[in-house]
């Protein structure tokens, strides 16, 4: 794993962004693993800039999502496919049908085979972003005695309801369910990108650099098995 350690949140969404920008320029059919949440905003504020200024271009990109809450109403201001069209889609220029995120108006299991399908026509993205939950978790694959591999509908646990309350006007109207990649296709992807900003997530991170042992109560100690992260953490996730 390779840690960068930032001074705040600027410079690691800068950081992080360079080299997806360097990544884009290099391959511009490249296909991108897109992750939502407070902490990759930065980056997606840094590419649009980088696609307004013509530095780069992703006509000829292509993007999966990790995950959506299930029931929610995709214009919702707190679904992630409005935070997808809000943060990046709306101001560069992928060609129509060229992202996808989950969509689950009901906890369906057909659904998350039919996602499964498209993950596999896919194929192997070129860069995944990720984020991290307080309590260790990817995408929204929750710690557990035991992770699910490939797409599925996951109960969310109340330490992420209360984390993610911020977002919505009460705890109540967060959702209790959410579809989410399974670990296997998290890491389908030849580089990940994990961004961890704030306090919050420093017993995560610490948990993740310092301890030497994998187990899916800490869903993100999965990493350190993947032969290429990048893991941008600014001081106060790094140190706490
Ligand atoms: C959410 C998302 C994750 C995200 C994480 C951290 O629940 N499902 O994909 O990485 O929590 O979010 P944030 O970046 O807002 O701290």
């Known amino acids: ?60 990109a292509k993007s999966v999502n990790l995950d959506e809450y299930v029931g929610i109403d995709p214009n919702n201001d707190q679904s992630y496919q409005y935070f997808m069209k809000d943060n990046l889609f709306d101001h ?32 192997q993205r070129d860069i995944q972003i990720l984020g991290i939950g307080e309590n260790g978790h990817l995408a929204f694959n ?33 959702p209790t369910h959410a579809i989410s ?5 998290v890491f389908n992807a030849k580089t990940l990108i994990l961004l961890a900003s704030g306090k919050n997530k420093h017993e995560a991170i610490r948990r993740l ?9 800490l869903p993100a100690s999965f990493l350190t098995l993947h032969p290429n992260v990048y893991v941008f953490v600014d001081e106060d996730a790094y140190r706490g």
């Open 1 to 60: 794993m390779n840690i960068i350690v930032c001074k705040d949140y600027d410079d690691m969404s800068g950081k992080a962004a360079d080299l997806v920008i360097s990544n884009i320029k290099e391959k511009p059919q490249i296909k991108l693993g897109l992750a939502t949440g407070s902490s990759p905003i930065g980056l997606y504020k840094n590419l649009v800039k980088a696609s307004d200024e013509g530095e780069i271009s992703f006509r000829y």
């Open 209 to 217: 650099v310092e301890e030497d042992t994998i187990y899916p109560e």
């Open 181 to 185: 990649m399974g670990m296997a296709d």
């Open 142 to 174: 929750e710690p557990s005695d035991k992770l699910n591999r490939r797409t599925s509908i996951i109960k969310l646990s109340d330490d992420t309801i209360k984390a993610n309350s911020r977002f919505f006007e009460s705890e109540k109207d967060v």
């Open 92 to 123: 560069v220029s992928f060609n129509k049908g060229a992202t996808k995120l989950p969509f689950a108006p009901e906890a369906d299991e057909k659904y998350c085979k039919e996602y499964d399908k498209y993950l596999d026509d896919f194929g």
